[in-house]
């Protein structure tokens, strides 16, 4: 059952400071649920849609993210100013669930905000920070959608609708999972350790027919400086990795299949034209020019023939917005700024690359970190949907991962298949903790990712790990959150149909990682 009535109360253009009138050169036009908006050459910064509905005192309510969460997923009451990105789910008091959203890859970045008496739809149609210049076009601009659901539990609610948002996802063929190297190495890593590291992986699953991921995150790229050291060129490794097409080799002779980093927007390249970067920005690569996604091809197309059978691209939201989604207030990208290509919005550009990503990748597997999920939804098969986890801080992973597989399970199997982040083993961390983090992941049916070091874990530990990742070698969702409206670190979850208190909270309160 539908939630907002069929035609909005009141729909608003504005051009760059100002509220448009008829006559500005730029109209816009609703039919099924679809908005469009076409000019000339008025620069189009934002529409608004606005239904008057009233809401009841009492109801809560719950939105998404413009990237990954920070550990801010939560339930909360009015608060007529939140921004909520993309969807917004709404519990009533009745406990009917209703839910408010646009479906994947819309042509604007898109935004809810609810008060007593009505719900706005916010479009961001600018390019960058100025306003968008159509030039003649019309703009595919939003699809809305709303349910109401009564009768199940508002997670259960919000997958359906989820996956209403996303008609066409692409999945594996075989639920992922397996280790990464980030959250013990940091980035200090060589030939010879990835392939320890792949050693030790077969050991803790032999015998599993679905074979796991052995990913290796930055520190294999031959550029690394003190103060940036993920940057291209991507067209080989360094001295600790002379041979990358060898390497995925011998990564396979292990049983493991080999996953490979890298950061599509980050090159330093002095050859290349002053229009091909952003802004202000060195190394920071311009996606909306033509030849920025020649080179995004090539290098997607190089790490596909080494041989890496999962490709993970990172940081392409901060590189465009120079931002992360906790400094996004209200909307990605800062004021006054524009991309090589003004004649697109920001969304158009970010799907383009997402398009340019999944189509270099052929049969690789795509899983994006820092990406827009909203955007990349039916271009990547995986998506990191919470922020880092870590291998020193028990109180970050407690923070950011259960938040994240919490807050984000709707979209798990309906947008991509869910990657809530690593379970960092480096010896910092009291098994204790880790081992609940890493059953959690692994009940969850999303992809459970290990960053152990070999020698840290003794023999009782080795096989509590084997037994979980045969469980994430499956991929069952098994796990529910009961108490999500009121924690945001829910301890209470449901499991195979049991319930299961988690303790996540050190006796002493623990040491919140803004100490360090």
């Known amino acids: 059952m539908s939630f907002l009535q069929e035609t909005p109360d009141s729909i608003t253009l504005y051009s760059e400071r100002r509220r448009m009138t008829p006559g500005d050169g730029a109209s816009v036009a609703f039919e099924n649920g679809k908005f469009e908006v076409s000019a000339g050459s008025v620069p189009l910064c934002f529409l608004r849609v606005r239904w008057q509905h009233e809401l009841p005192a009492g109801t809560r309510f719950c939105g998404d993210a413009w990237e990954r969460t920070y550990g801010d997923g939560e339930w909360r009451g009015f608060e007529p100013s939140r921004m909520m990105p993309w969807y917004f789910f709404a519990q009533l ?66 997958r359906k609708f989820c996956a209403q948002l996303c008609p066409d996802p692409i999945f594996p063929a075989a639920p992922v999972y397996g280790s990464n190297n980030w959250y013990y190495a940091y980035g200090n890593i060589t030939e010879a350790s990835v392939l320890e590291d792949c050693r030790y992986l077969a050991e803790l699953t032999a015998g599993l027919e679905n074979r796991p991921f052995m990913v290796m995150d930055d520190g294999w790229q031959k550029l690394r400086l003190k103060d940036h050291n993920n940057f291209g060129p991507w067209d080989c490794g360094n001295v600790n990795f002379p041979d990358m097409p060898h390497l995925a080799e011998k990564m396979k002779a292990y049983g493991v299949r080999p996953g490979i980093w890298y950061r599509p927007l ?30 995004v091809t090539k290098d997607v197309t190089r790490l596909r023939e080494w041989g890496f059978e999962l490709i993970k691209h990172d940081f392409t939201t901060y590189d465009v917005a120079g931002r992360y989604a906790f400094d996004m207030h209200p909307w ?3 004021n006054g700024w524009t991309f090589y290509d003004q004649t697109r919005t920001t969304a158009e550009i970010l799907t383009d690359l997402f398009r340019t990503i999944r189509k270099a990748a052929g049969p690789v597997l795509i899983m994006g970190c820092n990406t827009i999920g909203h955007l990349a939804a039916g271009l990547q098969e995986l998506s990191r949907t919470g922020d880092d986890t870590s291998g020193r801080h028990w109180d970050r992973t407690r923070k950011m991962g259960v938040n994240t597989v919490a807050f984000r399970g709707a979209q798990h199997r309906t947008f991509f298949e869910m990657d809530a982040d690593c379970v ?18 692994a009940e969850s049916g999303s992809s459970l990712f290990l960053s152990p070091k070999p020698g840290v874990l003794n023999a009782e530990e080795n096989n509590e790990l084997k037994r979980l990742l045969a469980i994430a070698s ?43």
Not at 137 to 146: K, P, Y
């Open 93 to 158: 008091p009745d406990s009917t669930v209703a839910a408010c959203g646009i479906k994947v890859r819309p042509g604007c970045f898109a935004a809810w905000t609810a008060d007593p008496d009505g719900i706005t739809l916010w479009c961001d149609l600018r390019s960058g920070g100025r306003g968008v210049l159509l030039n003649g076009r019309t703009l595919a601009v939003a699809e809305v959608a709303s349910e109401l659901y009564s009768g199940i539990s508002a997670y259960a609610a919000t």
């Open 266 to 295: 980050f090159l330093n390249d002095p050859s290349l034209k002053r229009e091909c970067f952003l802004r202000d920005m060195p190394y920071t690569l311009d996606p909306s020019h033509p030849e920025v996604l020649e080179i």
């Open 332 to 334: 990605p990208c800062e």
């Open 424 to 441: 960092g083993i480096s010896g910092e961390i009291p098994w204790k903790w880790n081992q609940q983090w890493a059953e959690l992941v």
């Open 474 to 516: 499956k991929g069952k969702i098994n796990a529910e959150p009961l108490d999500w409206q009121e924690n945001t670190c829910p301890e209470l979850w449901r499991i195979n149909g049991k319930e299961r208190r988690f303790d996540w909270f050190e006796a002493d309160g623990g040491e919140p990682d803004f100490l360090w």
